[in-house]
């Protein structure tokens, strides 16, 4: 499975609401590097996910490239809070598995969200 | 040139604070996603990234993909501002100039640098 493989594969199960099956191809010592600052090992990173999973409403996939180690991809989600909230993922991959992991998005939005009285 | 390579040209050209020679890869008509909305055309672009390039104090290129039409990148930037602020940027390109642009990145760190006392 090349690296782009994984993160598809890993991407499809979040976006369709199966973090259970998304967290297969996480490392269970994955290094996260979030907006908010690092999450590091598979338990931390399925709290950090699973909030966000589960006020998912909708995703699409914009773009997605990789090659053997590394993958980068940019999808847009509809959440409970906020309409559009694209975020882009670079992903290091080894055997399959997810290692290493930069995520980029707006938290703006979601912090004005629920700030709204 | 490829997208990828018309990506590249514009991306060196900005973090080297050369925003002039930077707008010779966009479009007149260019077409911003920005996390703020839409920004359109190459003058609203201008003003747009001008700022930003003007507190820039360092980046790197963490990834860059592309093919004959789309380029993909995630860079991570120093500004006076916040001194870690990665970037996504998905871009179009015809004829060697961007035509739409998406990019993603974390706009609290500056709504809170800039709300500071």
Known sequence: ??????ALA????WTDHDLE?????IA???VCHAPA??????????AFMGP?????????????????TTALLMYDTETVLVPSAPGAELLT??????????IVFDRL????????P
């Open 109 to 116: 939005p979601f912090a004005e969200a629920r700030s709204r």
């Open 28 to 30: 269970d010592d994955v």
């Open 52 to 68: 966000f999973v589960e006020s998912l409403e909708a995703a699409a996939l914009l773009a997605c490239y990789g090659d053997d």
């Open 93 to 102: 991959v080894r055997d399959g598995k997810i290692i290493e992991m930069r």
């Open 37 to 46: 600052g690092l999450v590091q090992g598979a338990q931390a990173f399925h």
């Open 1 to 6: 499975m090349t690296a782009l493989a994984t």
């Open 21 to 25: 099956h998304a967290m297969t191809y």
């Open 10 to 13: 890993y991407h499809k199960a």
